[in-house]
């Protein structure tokens, strides 16, 4: 039998030479890693960012259901809260402490908080925390923006609405969180900052916007309000006016 003949040696081939990656094709793999990375984190605050939203609109919803059903309960709209950590309304005597504020939740039996885990704000019209026998205009202004910034009426000044509930958003300026913290103010001026205003005399509901620049200033509030029309129509509906 022949010998076996064996492969003559590449002498181009270094003796250590190995089937290892090189530091040009470790450095691609990191960076399509870090490529995947990025675009996973970015899709998930995205989602985050949606199912936060859409948890502040079921709970817009809730809070004007609630509030629709306490008053065919018990004739009248519950008062504000009494405190961050006392859910109950701020009834004394008949009469409420104050008329805006924070959403009576544990009067309600609701959370009572948007998708960012901060307290829904609250203001009514003085005459509907008190034994409604006629549906009247109320006494809340509300307005928007057009698309070139300039202030429109959502409300007239015969028909103002009675009842605004709304999420400061994401942002969350001015509100306060479930366990008590006052997050910090908007902007003075801003349409942020007439939704934080005590007097409750006027509130602004429009579209998004984060830029600071534009009229009105950043904007990231929902608000809902409740109409004297559909007020009038449930308590009609309920048999408590004729």
């Known amino acids: ?7 003559p040696k590449n002498p181009e081939l270094p003796a250590h030479a190995s089937p290892g990656f090189t530091l040009i094709e470790m450095a691609v793999v990191l960076l399509i890693l870090s490529l995947l990375a990025g675009s996973l984190g970015a899709g998930l605050s995205s989602h985050l960012a949606r ?16 509030l629709l059903g306490y008053a065919l309960r018990k004739g009248h709209f519950p008062c504000p809260a ?3 950590q006392d859910g109950t309304e701020d009834r004394s005597g008949g009469s409420c402490a104050r008329h805006v504020g924070l959403l009576p939740w544990a009067t309600l039996g609701i959370h009572g908080v948007d998708g ?19 549906v ?14 300039a202030e ?3 409300t007239t000044a015969g028909g103002l ?5 709304l999420s400061h958003g994401p942002n969350g300026l001015g509100a306060i969180t479930a366990d008590g913290s006052l997050q910090p103010p908007p902007l003075p001026g801003s349409d942020e900052a007439r939704n934080t205003d005590i007097s409750a005399r006027l509130f602004v509901s429009r579209g998004l916007s984060e830029n600071p620049g534009a009229p009105g200033g950043a904007f990231d509030d929902r608000v809902s309000w409740i109409s004297p029309n559909l007020i009038a129509h449930r308590l009609i509906g309920a048999g408590r006016l004729p």
């Open 1 to 7: 039998m022949p010998p076996l003949r064996t492969m």
């Open 51 to 66: 199912r936060a939203e859409r948890a502040t609109d079921d709970a817009l919803d809730e809070a004007r259901d609630t």
């Open 82 to 84: 009494k405190g961050p």
């Open 116 to 134: 960012w885990s901060r307290r829904l704000r609250y203001a009514v019209t003085p005459a509907y925390t008190r034994n409604i026998t006629s």
């Open 136 to 149: 009247d205009d109320g006494t809340i202004e509300l307005v928007t923006r057009n698309l070139d910034g």
């Open 152 to 154: 429109l009426r959502l």
């Open 161 to 165: 609405t009675p009842v605004v509930i």
